[in-house]
């Protein structure tokens, strides 16, 4: 991104969205890890460092942008309870499947730079979440309500 | 504007004295075109996957569980072509075809076995990666779905490797 232009609102928003959920993911990695072991807390780990990264990337585009960058929380409220590894490995789906839908805002974008990154990392997610859960999932990021929204003509 | 660009010829007759109508139809917009390769490559994945399933059974080996690693994911490709076949509007009296305007070659034969595995493997790659070039231009909306089903395809390639080591009990990690 130019540092010469002033991003639209909505490309602005949409990477501090993206930002938010990988503070997130962060976090909430530093906690299913810690119920973690052997190979999965490994690739915990190596998920967790991919976030760090990706937030990085995000807080340069901003700073570059001349907007504001979200600052982690200190603690997040958890989407659920997390006792043990089982809660821990679904722990790191919900996170990957947030993260993706926060990266498919910036795929809404007109900036075709910004596009591709966020399809980048709407992947980069859907495979961490699959590793995780299993199994795939035919539509990475997107809401049901996305997916099942009738679409007016002339609405794209 | 998928559904706004369909509309257009009929806007334009209604509004025109002397229409020349014998006239070659409009070319339908680049969204439109794109969105058409879009379907006609997952109806061709979905045509490999369908090959591949007939003739595990003729390979020996066992069919069963790689029937049960396959078939999920071309439930997915079917899932993928419904939601790509619901953006594509064709106006009433249109003539409109829905089938894509630049068709994809017929695949090859797939193979049975672990060569039809392998051929999946690839065409996933391929489509993954296809479907990321359809990016650029498309409407927002759009752009979402593309970028969503080349991740949900990205994501069947570690699948089928786990599927031609013998090992289909987990993707990865």
């Known amino acids: ?156 | 504007m998928l559904a706004a660009a369909a509309m257009l010829p009929l806007a334009a007759v209604s509004g025109c004295d002397g229409v020349d109508v014998l006239a070659a139809p409009p070319s339908p917009a680049p969204d439109v075109t794109v969105l058409r390769e879009a379907i006609a490559a997952e109806q061709l994945l979905i045509t490999s996957y369908t090959a591949v399933l007939r003739d595990a059974g003729k390979a020996g080996g066992s069919p069963a569980s790689l029937t049960a690693v396959l078939e999920p994911l071309l439930a997915e490709h079917r899932e993928h072509l419904s939601q790509l076949k619901s953006r594509l509007v064709i106006p009433a009296g249109s003539a409109a075809s829905p089938s894509p305007t630049r068709r994809a070659a017929p695949p090859k034969a797939p193979g049975a076995g672990s060569a039809g595995v392998a051929f999946l493997r690839a065409a996933e790659q391929a489509a993954a990666a296809a479907m990321l070039d359809r990016l650029r231009g498309a409407p927002g909306s759009l752009a979402q779905l593309y970028a969503s089903i080349s991740a949900s395809e990205a994501t069947h390639v570690p699948v089928l490797d786990a599927a031609a080591a013998g090992t289909t009990s987990q993707v990865t990690g």
């Open chain 1, 1 to 156: 991104m130019s540092s010469h232009a002033a991003p639209a609102l909505g490309t602005v928003t949409a990477l501090q969205s993206a930002l938010a959920a990988e503070h997130a993911a962060v976090y909430g990695y530093g906690v299913a890890g810690a119920y973690l072991s052997g190979g999965q807390q490994a690739t915990a780990t190596t998920d967790w460092v991919a976030h760090q990264v990706a937030r990085d990337r995000l807080e340069a585009m901003l700073r570059s942008a001349g907007a504001s960058q979200p600052t982690a929380a200190v603690a997040y409220q958890l989407p659920m309870p997390v006792r043990n590894a089982r809660e821990a490995v679904a722990l790191a789906v919900v996170l990957e499947d947030r993260v993706a839908t926060a990266y498919l805002g910036l795929v809404a974008l007109s900036n075709t730079a910004i596009r591709q990154y966020g399809a980048q990392q709407v992947q980069a997610s859907a495979l961490r979440a699959a590793a995780w859960r299993g199994s795939t999932v035919a539509f990475p990021g997107l809401t049901s309500a996305a997916l099942a929204a009738p679409r007016p003509p002339g609405s794209h």
